[in-house]
């Protein structure tokens, strides 16, 4: 027990490097909070453990799965336009819906209407695959969601549930990530909360994780029953999130602690 | 066989020491852990043993114990004699292998 | 409307509305009860007991670990032996314990002749702050050790 636990840990916070941008405006990735050894396992390929899972995407890309016989490459070939800036523009408005889709949902939108196959799970090792590879290939480029026409209800309700407190601890959103970034929680240092670099390889997990998994951790934690995985809550959260983060760069998969 | 990642120069000079990456998914159940539901204890199951052979011999070895990290990292170095194979094996409790090899071009 | 923590009141509130949900780094990992953990003691008789009655010296092996772990069960390890790596003066291995983990062990790196450089770097599981060793076995017969302090916060609210 005993007092919170404040000394530096030697963190390096940068602006950017050579390809990466860690700041922009007054919005900092959760990179420039990370310490210079956890920043050293996101930068090398070999030592992010998530690249793995970039590897089975790029192989789960070219197989043929369903009734349709098709692969994603059989439409979508790996050097396109839609893969490059994928991870800077999700979640989108879907017209047919009526609502917000989740990168998650389009793949499994696709994967039924297109190649007749099964939906992946949430949180499988294929979907994390799926979305990690995605997301990857737009590494490096500015965050840049559309907020205008058909979404602007669904930012709002994004905006609103980050607002909103919630759980026995009586905490939203933005007590932590907007009132409070920078300063400690116990032992944890908290960041701005922002979602470039998922789906993230988290110490605390050992393995890569969603966001709606972290979503539904936060929520736990301030004793607030959590939402569901794909839930509209969180769907609109995440595009929210995607705003506060524009102009940073995709990190994923990122590493943090 | 659990999933490795390997990263090596392309090609070195006769001599050269060069410095090789890997890394292995692995969760290194330490066997410390208790299963919350059922309270029973899980059984350890690591990689305890990993080795590097080159141009016919073991060039680096070594042995693993549960402090090592989930996902394990391992980065050494090597003098290249000649072209040839490299050849990596992690073993695991229980008697399980994972192999991989890459081509060392040395000129 | 903001709102800016008051450390005391968070530690107040965590301890009445945290205190199930298993924070704290021990019990996460299914310690069982009368587990004994390593000590120094434990790390010199895992160390006498590899290299005998030989006499280890300082120097020639440097230990790089970060001053304070961002998570105690990922922290990267960097071990270097200055040697000439010939084959008539070589590093034959590097051991590494940890005097607060619950085994004293953590690993043993082999080199040869034909490694050129006697550096390894991994990332090792730590359960609380402590000191790591290193001890390298030379082909000459001597021995150097090296010893660090890592600290480990434990907790928080990670989520």
């Not at chain 1, 301030?222 to 760069?249: C, F, I, K, M, Q």
């Not at chain 3, 940890?98 to 690993?107: I, K, Q, R, S, T």
């Amino acid at each position: 027990m005993g007092a919170v636990v404040v000394g530096l840990s030697g963190f390096a916070s940068i602006a950017s490097s050579a390809e990466m941008t860690y700041k922009v405006g007054d919005r900092s990735s959760g990179y420039t909070y990370a310490t210079k050894e956890t920043q050293g396992i996101q930068d090398d390929d070999i030592a992010n453990p998530a690249y793995v899972y970039v590897d089975d995407g790029e192989a789960l890309w070219s197989k043929v799965d369903g009734k349709a016989g098709k692969s994603c490459a059989s439409c979508h070939a790996v050097d396109s336009a839609m893969l490059s800036d994928v991870g800077t523009r999700y979640p989108v408005y879907n017209a047919k819906l009526g609502k917000l889709q989740s990168l998650e949902q389009k793949i499994n939108q696709e994967r039924e209407e297109k190649m007749g196959a099964k939906p992946y799970k949430w949180e499988s090792g294929s979907m994390l695959a799926m979305t990690i590879y995605m997301r990857n290939q737009s590494k490096g480029k500015p965050m840049n969601v559309s907020i205008d026409g058909p979404v602007i209800p669904f930012f709002e309700a994004g905006k609103k549930f980050y607002d909103q407190k919630r759980g026995q601890l009586d905490m939203s959103c933005a007590n932590c990530h907007v009132d409070n970034a920078g300063n400690r929680i116990r032992a944890n240092l908290l960041t701005e909360g922002q979602s470039n670099g998922f789906p993230t390889y988290r110490l605390k997990w050992q393995k890569p994780g969603s966001i709606h998994r972290r979503f539904r951790g936060c929520n736990k934690q301030v004793r607030a029953t959590p939402y569901g995985y794909g839930s509209d809550e969180y769907v609109n959260l995440e595009l929210y999130l995607a705003w506060r983060g524009r102009g940073l760069s995709v990190e994923t998969p990122a590493v943090r602690n | 066989m659990a999933k490795a990642r390997v990263k090596a120069p392309k090609s070195v000079k006769k001599g050269e020491v060069f410095e090789v990456k890997t890394l292995i998914s692995h969760k290194m159940e330490t066997g410390l852990r208790k299963n919350k539901k059922t309270g029973k204890k899980i059984p350890r199951k690591i990689i305890n043993k990993f080795s590097v052979t080159y141009g016919g011999k073991e060039v680096f070895g070594s042995d693993w114990h549960p402090a090592v990290s989930a996902n394990p990292y391992v980065s050494f170095f090597v003098k290249a004699s000649a072209s040839g194979p490299m050849k990596f094996q992690w073993t695991e409790d229980g008697g399980a292998v994972t192999e991989k090899t890459v081509n060392i071009k040395v000129t | 409307m903001s709102v800016q923590f008051n450390t005391q009141n968070i530690l107040r509130r965590d301890v009445l509305a945290l205190a199930g949900t298993g924070v704290v780094a021990v019990s996460s990992i299914g310690l069982f009860a009368g587990d004994a953990m390593a000590d120094p003691a434990a790390v010199a008789k895992a160390i006498k007991d590899r290299i005998g009655g030989k006499k280890s010296m300082a120097g020639n092996i440097t230990l790089e670990l970060p001053q304070i772990a961002e998570n105690g069960n990922t922290v990267p390890i960097a071990v270097e032996v200055e040697s000439p790596m010939s084959s008539s003066d070589y590093v034959k291995a590097v051991h590494i314990y940890a005097e607060g983990n619950p085994a004293p062990d953590v690993a043993t790196f082999r080199f040869t002749p034909d490694s050129g450089r006697a550096r390894v770097s991994t990332r090792m599981r730590m359960i609380k702050s402590q000191n790591i060793v290193a001890v390298a076995e030379m082909s000459n017969g001597k021995v150097h050790m090296v010893k660090n302090a890592v600290k480990v916060t434990i907790g928080g609210c990670g989520g």
